[in-house]
């Protein structure tokens, strides 16, 4: 489908439009999982050749920035599907031809209903910066929204952290032993956040990669002097992501090996006490192998009192040995 925004009445206003409509006012157009009529619409519209969706996923450089029948072709990965709790990430693409931003996508990130939604509802110069809106000034402003909504989820990443690492140490400090679905669900929040990290990472990759090119196509575009400044910031954004999430990184490694530690301690205690249960047990056991034996002549076997000194023989050979593990600190 196609979301148009237009500039009408000193406001940014947007559609859904069908690909027969005209889009030649257009400054932004929003192609989400756009169908082939779509496609050919904004081709014959922009005079330009979309990637298709397995050329957004290339990995190279050149595959992803680069410029081609005088527009400007710029992929990022995006992350996104953290709320449902299935994070994600998919290329982006985003296209300036012109005077008119084209972004092609096959996901739905939260940024892009964020800025849309504060594009069209605030005055222009809120988010674009300049006296009237441009396609640069709207991917510039797009951009800082997706950098922002990363931060967000880098923040909210490190808010979890902090609370798994509460949670690990509190169970450290209890008595009883710590039951297997607690550990199953530590180690699941750490898979999910180091999930995250990962992901997130690759974003940021793309976003860093981005920078310069971006930088470059705007000085061909010639831009306003506040334009460039807003480049540079959003890659000391990305840098300082960068950073904090290398933080983040040795952060879960850190509570990783813990928890695994932690799990190592538990498994050797239960050992522990199934090997005393065992030490404790030999000497009762031989005491009563002993008086099993099938011998003809046994003294105790005709006395009053030999069943209870058998007993009283088995309970103190089982206290014994616990005492002396006691004293040597081995319990």
């Known amino acids: ?166 949670d690990i140490f509190t169970t450290s400090g209890d008595k009883k032993p710590t039951a297997t679905k607690a550990f199953k669900e530590l180690l699941r929040r750490l898979g999910a956040s180091g999930d995250l990290s990962s992901r997130s990472r690759e974003s940021l990759a793309t976003l860093d990669r981005m920078m310069p090119f971006l930088q470059l196509v705007l000085d061909r575009r010639k831009p306003q002097k506040e334009t460039r400044a807003r480049v540079k910031a959003m890659a000391r954004d990305v840098q300082s992501l960068n950073d904090f999430l290398s933080f983040l990184s040795n952060k879960i490694n850190f509570l990783l090996d813990t928890t695994v530690g932690m799990i190592s301690i538990e498994q050797n205690a239960i050992i522990k006490i199934f090997s005393v249960a065992a030490v404790g047990f030999m000497p009762p056991t031989l005491v009563a192998s002993i008086y099993g034996m099938n011998f003809q002549f046994m003294p105790e076997l005709g006395w009053h009192f030999g069943y209870p000194m058998a007993l009283g023989l088995m309970l103190l050979s089982a206290i014994l040995p616990l005492i002396f593990f006691r004293y040597k600190h081995w319990l």
């Open 1 to 166: 489908m196609l979301d148009v925004y237009r500039l009408q009445s000193g406001r940014i206003q947007g559609t859904r439009a069908q690909p027969s409509e005209a889009l030649s006012d257009a400054i932004w157009i929003d192609a989400l999982m756009p169908s082939f009529d779509e496609i050919r619409a904004i081709e014959t519209l922009c005079g330009i050749d979309l990637p298709s969706k397995e050329d957004m996923r290339e990995i190279e450089v050149s595959s992803r920035l680069y410029s081609e029948g005088g527009a400007d072709f710029l992929t990022a990965s995006v992350v996104h599907g953290v709320q449902s709790g299935r994070p994600t990430f998919s290329p982006v693409t985003f296209i300036l031809a012109g005077s008119r931003l084209v972004t092609i996508r096959y996901c739905e990130p939260k940024s892009f209903a964020l800025f849309s939604t504060k594009l069209c509802k605030d005055v222009p110069t809120d988010l674009t910066g300049g006296a009237s809106p441009s396609a640069d000034s709207i991917l510039i402003g797009l951009l800082e929204t997706i950098i922002d909504r990363l931060a967000d989820m880098l923040e909210a990443q490190a808010v979890d952290l902090d609370q798994i690492a509460t």
